[in-house]
Nanobody, 125 residues
């Protein structure tokens, strides 16, 4: 089965930067639309970023657009989330997700069949 392992989270000052990584094994990575979601305590899991199979297309919600950048390296079976200008509101567990069924980036968590365990990002002020 497809497995995803996030890494790179931690404690960072407001205004700082973090790069998350997601290593993917199983399946055919290059055929998967990939996404990042986050979830703060007591809140719904929300869309953060998504990227197409080739990496040519990305989409972001307004809350992170211009600050976060998603990328992928199909040769390494890895996706990344570069997070800049972090705010306290960005504090959450960040999850990597894979969608074999949806070939275009999706902001709907129901589109994603496989999820990582999450990595905590805490932004202090």
């Amino acid at each position: 089965q497809v497995q995803l392992v996030e890494s790179g989270g931690g404690l960072v000052q407001a205004g700082g930067s973090v790069r998350l990584s997601c290593a993917v094994s199983g399946g055919t990575f290059s055929s998967h639309t990939m996404g990042w979601f986050r979830q703060a305590p007591g809140k719904e899991r929300e869309f953060v970023a998504a990227i197409s199979r080739s990496g040519s297309r990305t989409r972001y919600p307004d809350s992170v657009k211009g600050r976060f950048t998603m990328s992928r390296d199909n040769a390494k079976n890895t996706v990344y989330l570069q997070m800049n200008s972090l705010k306290s509101e960005d504090t959450a567990v960040y999850y990597c997700a894979a969608s074999p069924r949806y070939y275009t980036p999706s902001d709907d968590r129901k589109a994603y069949d496989y999820w990582g365990q999450g990595t905590q990002v805490t932004v202090s002020s």
